[in-house]
């Protein structure tokens, strides 16, 4: 091997080949989702439930194959969980005073934390994580009037 090739080898990758691997890894990225949705659009068309879903029902975090994002849906140390909030209808199940509701105590969160993994990085930001906190409401599960009353108005 003569030693230009050597010296080729070796060198340090440069910015192209750099980002052909961020390509790659965003290519890879934008697969699994595509592949994702289709499979969670097919559930949706046979009625079936999504993994992800009962995994949130019951606080379980769910991470992507790859690593980059995790989802988590940490129980409310006031209320009961949350899939038996849904199937009884009531958001506020296992609350006993009613003082804490809408507090940090009785109010679900959904946690996401975002990023590439160190491993699929390859250098600059390997390992960089965000995390987003949103709340997850419920109103879905009371009426108008619940919410309101007559009186209220």
């Not at 990023?115 to 879905?140: D, K």
């Amino acid at each position: 091997m003569s030693r230009a090739l050597t010296a080729a080898a070796v060198a340090p990758l440069t910015t192209a080949e750099s980002d052909c691997k961020a390509d790659a890894v965003v290519e890879a990225l934008a697969r699994e989702a595509t592949q994702l949705e289709q499979a969670a659009q097919l559930a949706a068309e046979r009625n079936e439930s999504s993994p992800l879903y009962h995994a949130l029902l019951n606080h379980r975090p769910v991470v992507t194959p790859c690593g980059c994002v995790r989802v988590d849906l940490p129980r409310p140390s006031a209320l009961s969980n949350l899939h038996g909030r849904l199937r009884t209808r009531n958001p506020a199940d296992g609350l006993f005073d009613p003082d804490v509701l809408g507090s940090a105590d009785a109010r679900d969160d959904i946690v996401a934390e975002v990023g590439v993994p160190a491993a699929a990085a390859g250098g600059e930001g390997a390992g960089r994580r965000r995390t987003l906190r949103m709340w997850a409401f419920l109103a879905h599960l009371v009426s108008p009037e619940e919410l309101f009353t007559p009186e209220s108005s």
